[in-house]
Protein backbone atom coordinates (compact mmCIF):
# COMPACT_ATOMS: atom_id res chain seq x y z
CA UNK A 1 0.00 0.00 0.00
CA UNK A 2 1.06 3.42 -0.73
CA UNK A 3 2.19 5.18 2.36
CA UNK A 4 1.11 8.50 3.82
CA UNK A 5 3.35 10.75 5.83
CA UNK A 6 2.35 13.21 8.20
CA UNK A 7 3.84 16.53 9.97
CA UNK A 8 4.07 17.89 12.75
CA UNK A 9 3.92 14.87 14.79
CA UNK A 10 3.14 17.01 17.75
CA UNK A 11 1.40 20.55 18.02
CA UNK A 12 0.56 22.32 20.99
CA UNK A 13 -1.72 25.38 20.60
CA UNK A 14 -3.40 27.77 22.59
CA UNK A 15 -7.00 27.38 22.98
CA UNK A 16 -8.48 30.05 20.25
CA UNK A 17 -5.20 29.66 18.04
CA UNK A 18 -5.27 27.64 14.43
CA UNK A 19 -4.09 24.32 13.92
CA UNK A 20 -2.63 22.53 10.80
CA UNK A 21 -1.52 19.29 9.92
CA UNK A 22 -0.28 17.91 6.27
CA UNK A 23 -0.30 14.44 4.73
CA UNK A 24 2.16 14.46 2.11
CA UNK A 25 2.47 10.92 -0.06
CA UNK A 26 5.53 10.38 -3.22
CA UNK A 27 2.80 8.97 -5.52
CA UNK A 28 -0.75 10.09 -6.58
CA UNK A 29 -3.41 8.68 -3.93
CA UNK A 30 -7.05 7.99 -5.17
CA UNK A 31 -8.33 9.51 -2.23
CA UNK A 32 -7.69 10.22 1.14
CA UNK A 33 -9.65 10.04 4.48
CA UNK A 34 -9.20 11.93 7.82
CA UNK A 35 -9.79 10.22 10.97
CA UNK A 36 -9.72 11.52 15.04
CA UNK A 37 -8.60 9.72 17.58
CA UNK A 38 -9.39 10.94 21.28
CA UNK A 39 -6.73 10.16 23.92
CA UNK A 40 -7.45 6.62 24.84
CA UNK A 41 -10.43 6.61 22.42
CA UNK A 42 -10.78 4.59 18.94
CA UNK A 43 -10.38 6.36 15.45
CA UNK A 44 -13.47 7.98 14.31
CA UNK A 45 -13.67 8.97 10.48
CA UNK A 46 -14.34 12.72 9.88
CA UNK A 47 -13.90 12.81 5.78
CA UNK A 48 -12.58 11.51 2.71
CA UNK A 49 -11.64 13.77 0.01
CA UNK A 50 -11.59 12.39 -3.63
CA UNK A 51 -11.06 15.00 -5.92
CA UNK A 52 -8.04 16.83 -7.10
CA UNK A 53 -7.80 20.42 -5.67
CA UNK A 54 -11.37 19.46 -3.31
CA UNK A 55 -11.71 21.39 -0.12
CA UNK A 56 -14.44 20.47 2.28
CA UNK A 57 -15.68 21.93 5.21
CA UNK A 58 -16.92 20.58 8.34
CA UNK A 59 -17.72 23.91 11.04
CA UNK A 60 -14.09 25.13 12.00
CA UNK A 61 -12.65 21.93 10.01
CA UNK A 62 -11.27 22.86 6.52
CA UNK A 63 -9.78 19.92 4.60
CA UNK A 64 -8.04 20.63 1.59
CA UNK A 65 -6.82 17.74 -1.47
CA UNK A 66 -3.80 19.12 -3.15
CA UNK A 67 -3.77 19.66 -6.87
CA UNK A 68 -1.65 16.82 -7.94
CA UNK A 69 -3.55 14.21 -5.16
CA UNK A 70 -0.36 13.34 -3.17
CA UNK A 71 -0.55 15.63 -0.40
CA UNK A 72 -3.81 16.61 2.13
CA UNK A 73 -4.38 19.02 4.78
CA UNK A 74 -6.55 19.68 8.11
CA UNK A 75 -6.92 23.21 9.77
CA UNK A 76 -8.86 23.80 12.21
CA UNK A 77 -9.90 27.76 12.92
CA UNK A 78 -9.95 28.73 16.72
CA UNK A 79 -9.04 25.79 18.40
CA UNK A 80 -11.30 24.45 21.11
CA UNK A 81 -10.15 21.97 24.25
CA UNK A 82 -12.67 19.47 22.82
CA UNK A 83 -10.42 19.27 19.53
CA UNK A 84 -7.26 17.48 21.90
CA UNK A 85 -6.35 13.91 19.89
CA UNK A 86 -4.45 12.26 17.35
CA UNK A 87 -5.19 13.35 13.64
CA UNK A 88 -4.63 10.82 11.03
CA UNK A 89 -4.70 10.98 7.32
CA UNK A 90 -5.03 7.19 5.84
CA UNK A 91 -5.02 6.29 2.29
CA UNK A 92 -8.01 3.62 1.86
CA UNK A 93 -6.81 1.37 -0.89
CA UNK A 94 -8.46 -1.63 -0.14
CA UNK A 95 -6.89 -1.29 3.34
CA UNK A 96 -6.62 1.46 5.48
CA UNK A 97 -3.14 2.55 5.58
CA UNK A 98 -2.25 5.63 8.37
CA UNK A 99 -0.07 7.97 8.52
CA UNK A 100 1.63 8.74 11.77
CA UNK A 101 -0.85 10.99 12.94
CA UNK A 102 -0.51 14.56 14.29
CA UNK A 103 -1.21 14.72 18.03
CA UNK A 104 -3.02 18.16 19.15
CA UNK A 105 -2.85 19.23 22.60
CA UNK A 106 -4.88 22.18 23.67
CA UNK A 107 -4.18 24.85 26.53
CA UNK A 108 -7.44 26.70 27.90
CA UNK B 1 -26.01 5.15 14.85
CA UNK B 2 -24.71 1.80 13.75
CA UNK B 3 -21.76 0.82 16.49
CA UNK B 4 -18.73 -1.88 15.97
CA UNK B 5 -18.83 -3.63 19.33
CA UNK B 6 -15.23 -5.32 20.59
CA UNK B 7 -14.93 -7.87 23.81
CA UNK B 8 -13.44 -8.18 25.98
CA UNK B 9 -12.03 -4.35 26.67
CA UNK B 10 -9.42 -5.52 28.06
CA UNK B 11 -7.40 -8.72 28.50
CA UNK B 12 -3.90 -9.90 30.78
CA UNK B 13 -2.84 -12.83 29.31
CA UNK B 14 0.56 -15.05 30.21
CA UNK B 15 2.52 -15.43 27.67
CA UNK B 16 2.53 -18.29 25.10
CA UNK B 17 -1.39 -18.89 25.75
CA UNK B 18 -3.79 -18.55 23.30
CA UNK B 19 -6.11 -15.33 22.84
CA UNK B 20 -9.51 -14.65 20.98
CA UNK B 21 -10.37 -10.89 20.39
CA UNK B 22 -13.97 -10.68 19.77
CA UNK B 23 -16.10 -7.94 17.62
CA UNK B 24 -19.44 -7.66 16.36
CA UNK B 25 -19.19 -5.36 13.10
CA UNK B 26 -21.89 -3.42 11.56
CA UNK B 27 -24.10 -5.34 9.72
CA UNK B 28 -24.90 -4.28 6.10
CA UNK B 29 -20.75 -3.76 6.11
CA UNK B 30 -18.71 -6.41 4.13
CA UNK B 31 -15.64 -5.44 4.19
CA UNK B 32 -14.15 -6.62 7.89
CA UNK B 33 -10.48 -5.62 9.17
CA UNK B 34 -8.19 -5.84 12.33
CA UNK B 35 -5.42 -3.24 12.86
CA UNK B 36 -3.51 -3.14 16.72
CA UNK B 37 -2.15 0.23 17.99
CA UNK B 38 1.03 -0.04 20.49
CA UNK B 39 0.95 2.49 23.13
CA UNK B 40 1.95 5.91 21.59
CA UNK B 41 2.54 4.90 17.95
CA UNK B 42 0.30 4.81 14.52
CA UNK B 43 -2.59 2.55 14.00
CA UNK B 44 -1.30 -0.39 12.10
CA UNK B 45 -3.25 -2.76 9.25
CA UNK B 46 -3.42 -6.33 10.15
CA UNK B 47 -5.69 -8.27 8.05
CA UNK B 48 -8.85 -7.67 5.76
CA UNK B 49 -11.47 -9.97 5.47
CA UNK B 50 -14.14 -10.09 2.89
CA UNK B 51 -16.61 -12.56 1.32
CA UNK B 52 -15.30 -15.27 4.52
CA UNK B 53 -11.80 -14.35 3.34
CA UNK B 54 -8.55 -13.10 4.11
CA UNK B 55 -8.52 -10.31 0.89
CA UNK B 56 -4.93 -9.03 2.55
CA UNK B 57 -2.71 -9.34 5.53
CA UNK B 58 0.41 -7.62 6.67
CA UNK B 59 4.10 -8.51 7.73
CA UNK B 60 2.64 -8.07 11.30
CA UNK B 61 0.09 -10.83 10.62
CA UNK B 62 2.31 -14.23 10.54
CA UNK B 63 1.20 -17.63 11.15
CA UNK B 64 0.23 -16.92 15.18
CA UNK B 65 -2.83 -15.18 13.92
CA UNK B 66 -5.58 -16.20 12.15
CA UNK B 67 -9.12 -14.88 11.37
CA UNK B 68 -12.70 -16.54 11.85
CA UNK B 69 -16.63 -15.24 11.26
CA UNK B 70 -17.88 -18.43 12.66
CA UNK B 71 -21.17 -17.68 12.67
CA UNK B 72 -22.29 -14.22 10.06
CA UNK B 73 -22.56 -11.48 12.78
CA UNK B 74 -19.07 -12.12 14.82
CA UNK B 75 -15.52 -11.67 13.82
CA UNK B 76 -12.79 -12.87 15.78
CA UNK B 77 -8.84 -12.61 15.87
CA UNK B 78 -6.98 -15.44 17.32
CA UNK B 79 -3.62 -15.31 18.54
CA UNK B 80 -2.10 -18.40 19.46
CA UNK B 81 1.20 -18.43 21.43
CA UNK B 82 0.92 -14.84 22.76
CA UNK B 83 4.30 -13.09 22.84
CA UNK B 84 5.06 -9.69 25.11
CA UNK B 85 5.26 -7.63 21.68
CA UNK B 86 1.70 -8.43 21.27
CA UNK B 87 0.60 -6.05 23.98
CA UNK B 88 -1.48 -3.69 22.23
CA UNK B 89 -4.49 -2.38 21.59
CA UNK B 90 -6.50 -3.89 19.07
CA UNK B 91 -9.17 -2.05 16.98
CA UNK B 92 -11.61 -4.03 14.66
CA UNK B 93 -12.96 -1.99 11.97
CA UNK B 94 -16.30 -2.39 9.13
CA UNK B 95 -16.98 -0.82 5.84
CA UNK B 96 -19.21 -0.54 3.67
CA UNK B 97 -17.26 -0.91 0.56
CA UNK B 98 -13.41 -1.73 -0.29
CA UNK B 99 -12.15 2.12 -0.48
CA UNK B 100 -15.36 4.48 -1.02
CA UNK B 101 -16.35 4.28 2.90
CA UNK B 102 -14.85 5.48 5.75
CA UNK B 103 -14.49 2.52 8.28
CA UNK B 104 -16.12 2.28 11.44
CA UNK B 105 -13.86 1.43 14.31
CA UNK B 106 -14.79 -0.38 17.54
CA UNK B 107 -13.51 0.63 21.13
CA UNK B 108 -11.01 -1.73 20.88
CA UNK B 109 -9.37 -4.53 23.15
CA UNK B 110 -6.61 -3.48 25.44
CA UNK B 111 -3.91 -6.74 25.34
CA UNK B 112 -1.44 -6.88 27.61
CA UNK B 113 0.71 -10.13 27.71
CA UNK B 114 2.93 -10.93 30.74
Known amino acids: GQQVMQIPQYQHVQEGEDFTTYCNSS?????IQWYKQRPGGHPVFLIQ?????EVKKQKRLTFQFGEAKKNSSLHITATQTTDVGTYFC????????FGQGTELSVKP | EPEVTQTPSHQVTQMGQEVILRCVPI?????FYWYRQILGQKVEFLVS????????KSEIFDDQFSVERPDGSNFTLKIRSTKLEDSAMYFC????????????FGSGTRLTVV
Open chain 2, 27 to 31: SNHLY
Open chain 1, 49 to 53: LVKSG
Open chain 1, 90 to 97: ANPGGKLI
Open chain 2, 49 to 56: FYNNEISE
Open chain 2, 93 to 104: ASSGGSANYGYT
Open chain 1, 27 to 31: TTLSN
